[in-house]
């Protein structure tokens, strides 16, 4: 079996126009001949959609316009973490902002579910600042007191 040279195939191509025919149809109609440039955000906009790449663009949109979404204030103590089976999970600069807005959760909720990015989050999850955790890895003993059981 002999490796192919897809630098030279690709070459041949361009150089013959010939292309060769693929079971499915190319994602982006053609516009003139084969060859002529197309605008990019057509070929994008096209790939995005063949790809059904929206509800992952839509999430990305969402933490991007985190402070245009929520508000200045709210923003500077809460930042979005995660986005998990439509629970969005935000992490809050200390546990009274945490608990403030567990409080204006539902109105929260709709104003992230208003926003045209088009993220589908159904529920919020609020969580404080973490502390250092003396865990390392998945395996682990429970109940254990840290770093100190391990000198014996």
Do not use: C
């Amino acid at each position: 079996m002999a490796k192919r040279d897809l630098a030279h195939d690709l070459f041949k191509s361009f150089k013959t126009g010939a292309i060769r025919s693929t079971k499915k149809p190319a994602p982006t109609k053609n516009i003139g001949a084969a060859g002529d440039p197309e605008l990019i955000g057509e070929l994008l906009t096209n790939m995005i959609q063949e790809r059904e790449w929206n509800s992952g663009l839509a999430e990305g949109n969402l933490f991007v316009t985190w402070a245009a979404i929520v508000g200045a204030e709210i923003a500077q103590h809460a930042t979005p973490i995660s986005i998990l089976d439509s629970t969005l999970t935000i992490q809050t600069s200390s546990s009274a902002w945490a608990t403030q807005l567990t409080l204006v959760g539902d109105s929260l909720l709709q104003t992230i579910q208003k926003d045209p990015s088009g993220a589908t989050i159904e529920k919020l999850r609020f969580i404080g600042p973490q502390a250092p955790s003396w865990k390392k890895g998945i395996r682990s003993i429970k109940n254990a007191r840290g770093p100190r059981d391990t000198y014996g």
